[in-house]
């Protein structure tokens, strides 16, 4: 159980790389420490939304990223990583509502 688990992270947190490192490929620019830091959060707060909704992490993730939940987890990330993972699960379930996501705590 706990490998499987490892693995479907593993394969978020490359998935989460791949795509910034295209973005930062077509700026020139490597990823700094707060990037990795950013992209190790994300993994972690997408996790525990996947688990809170029953949903895969993949499935977690592309839903996040289409209704503006990990665009607030990354703009505010200074304030966000401060608090606890549950807290962010409930700002970006917010956040993904008033962008029409259809799911509730």
């Given amino acids: 159980m706990m490998y499987s688990?490892?693995?479907?992270?593993?394969?978020?947190?490359?998935?989460?790389?791949?795509?910034?490192?295209?973005?930062?490929?077509?700026?020139?620019?490597?990823?700094?420490?707060?990037?990795?830091?950013?992209?190790?959060?994300?993994?972690?707060?997408?996790?525990?939304?996947?688990?809170?909704f029953s949903l895969t992490n993949a499935k977690a993730y592309q839903y996040l990223r289409q209704y503006k939940g990990l665009d607030f987890l990354t703009k505010h990330y200074d304030i966000e990583?401060?608090?606890?993972?549950?807290?962010?699960?409930?700002?970006?379930?917010i956040v993904c509502n008033r962008h029409g996501g259809a799911l509730v705590l």
């Fill in 5 to 52: 688990s490892f693995k479907k992270n593993a394969i978020l947190l490359c998935i989460i790389l791949i795509n910034l490192y295209l973005c930062n490929r077509e700026n020139n620019l490597s990823m700094s420490k707060e990037q990795s830091n950013i992209v190790e959060y994300l993994v972690c707060v997408i996790g525990a939304f996947a688990k809170q």
């Fill in 81 to 93: 990583h401060t608090q606890s993972i549950e807290d962010a699960v409930e700002d970006i379930t």
